[in-house]
């Protein structure tokens, strides 16, 4: 089956924030990402092909009506994956960022190393490498 031709590429991932200003400094700190928007709500980054929109949760119900807002709390349900070739490495470089590991780094039984680690609102990233 082939791909519709709207849908080959994520151009932008928005995340409902609690505290955007604690969150701003945790993207600018952890991944060292450039703004490319701001205001009183929202910021921007620029992460290759793909911006992270990071939204006031506050804002997203106008967004995403009828849908509700999930409370924060609740529990992950999905996870980013950003392929490295070492994830040894980048665990040491994330340490002396501050960020805490929630798991990791593990080599899996399918043929990756990995380690996992979650923003200030609880959305989980992880970092893979092939072996």
Known sequence: MATADWANKITE????????HRSKAFYQETFKLAIIYEDESC????????????????NARKLIEPAQVGRGGDG???QFTIQVPDVNRVCDELEVRGVKLLN???TRPWGRRTACF????GHVWEIAQVL
Do not use: C, H, K, W
Not at 118 to 121: E, K
């Open 13 to 20: 991932i928005t995340l409902f924030v609690e505290d955007l």
């Open 43 to 58: 910021a921007v980054f620029d992460y290759g092909n793909t911006n992270i929109n990071l939204l006031n949760q506050s």
């Open 76 to 78: 992950t349900r999905f």
């Open 104 to 106: 990791g780094p593990i």
């Open 118 to 121: 979650a923003d200030p609102d």
